[in-house]
């Protein structure tokens, strides 16, 4: 049995667009802080191989302190260390993996064709490959067959989508992964941790990215760390970001846009970047977003407000328009008039369900 930790999708260096320059440049110091969070979980849990499953980097424009960092960090963990460049930070003679000094315990796969390096002293084996540009139109496992491993733990990392057919970035399916008889294969490219998957013996799994880096990577963010032996797997999965991207819709209908956004907040979230998108119906015709922004801006590392509002209107505020919704409206009105009273709350609720449809909307205001 050997100690695992599974990694992937860091874009160190990413240029967090969407925030200022000096809190971008604090994101970036940030996601350098996640290596030694990663040396730190690999010494407490023992871990003998730390998995890299592609984009370390977020592309070829990597800062000089980024990789004297990661040399250092990963020069004085005890782990062997493999490295399967991905999509974003695909291996060349000029990626940032050929220009750096690695230490001694780190393997950079640079081959899409799968490298083999056996670890005598942990009775395992580790498969892996590298993207080598920045797409791949065919399988990485089209063509795999292990060698002969009887008695080891089998590993393997790389860089793939799972279940995409069409997909450019190494598309690969479950029955392939199955097919490897690898016991732990380590995924990335997505960004998001799915489960730990397992069939005949082979389990594998996406940890997702440990930092997130805008809205369409929210919530909780880490690696998976754990053990695995011949046919089995136990991973877990293990919190490690710094800050969460949390996006929070928020009815105003019936409030005030204000106290509904300070209503929905939550407890000890200001280390936090948050987007609150405002929905329901408003009274008033114009939105003071500017004061919005400035009353969460100052309550979280960064926040935002959108408007996604529909300003109230009544059933009957377009009665005398002269076009189909009008008269729909006045038929609707003077059915009501004649109706029975049992029949009111009906033939109500009939017009709503008619303006909203012609008004282009899902379902009454």
């Known amino acids: 049995m050997i100690r695992v930790l599974h990694t992937g999708d860091l874009h160190l260096d990413s240029p967090f667009r969407g925030l200022s320059a000096e809190k971008a440049q604090t994101r970036r110091e940030e996601q350098r802080g996640l290596l030694d969070k990663i040396a730190a979980l690999a010494e407490e849990r023992g871990v003998d191989v730390v998995l890299i499953a592609g984009d370390l980097f977020d592309g070829d424009g990597v800062y000089y302190e980024t990789t004297r960092m990661l040399a250092e960090v990963f020069g004085r963990m005890k782990a062997r260390i493999f490295i399967a460049p991905g999509n974003h930070d695909p291996y060349s003679d000029f990626s940032p993996y050929a220009s750096v000094r690695w230490p001694d315990n780190v393997h950079i796969f640079h081959s899409d064709y799968f490298e083999r390096v056996e670890l005598p002293e942990l009775n395992a084996v580790v498969y892996g490959n590298a993207f080598t540009s920045k797409y791949r139109d065919t399988s990485p496992l089209e063509h795999f067959k292990p060698d002969y491993d009887e008695g080891l733990t089998r590993l393997m990392v790389f860089h793939g989508d799972l279940n995409a057919a069409k997909s450019r970035y190494g598309a690969v399916t479950a029955e392939q992964i199955a097919a490897t008889g690898m016991d732990y294969v380590a995924l990335g490219h997505v960004h998001t941790f799915t489960e730990v998957w397992s069939k005949d013996g082979t389990s594998w799994a996406y940890c997702g ?93 960064d926040a935002s407000v959108m408007d996604n509002t529909l300003l109230e209107t009544g059933l009957w505020d377009r009665l005398e328009e002269d076009n189909l919704t009008g008269l729909f409206l006045r038929n609707m009105k003077k059915r009501m008039e004649n109706a029975a009273p049992e029949d009111l709350a009906m033939l109500e609720r009939a017009a709503w369900f008619g303006l909203s449809a012609l008004e282009g909307r899902e379902e009454p205001r």
């Open 209 to 301: 990215c440990p930092e997130g880096r805008g809205f369409d990577e929210t919530g909780e963010k880490g690696v998976l760390v754990g053990t695995v032996e011949p046919n089995k797997a136990v991973m877990e999965f293990v919190p490690t970001c710094a800050r969460r991207y949390q996006e929070v819709l928020v009815d105003v209908t019936g409030k005030a846009p204000a106290a509904a956004i300070l209503d929905a907040i939550p407890a000890g979230s200001g280390q936090d970047i948050y987007r609150f998108r405002l929905t329901g119906e408003r009274k008033d015709a114009e939105l003071d977003l500017r004061a919005l922004n400035a009353l969460v801006e100052k309550k979280f590392f």
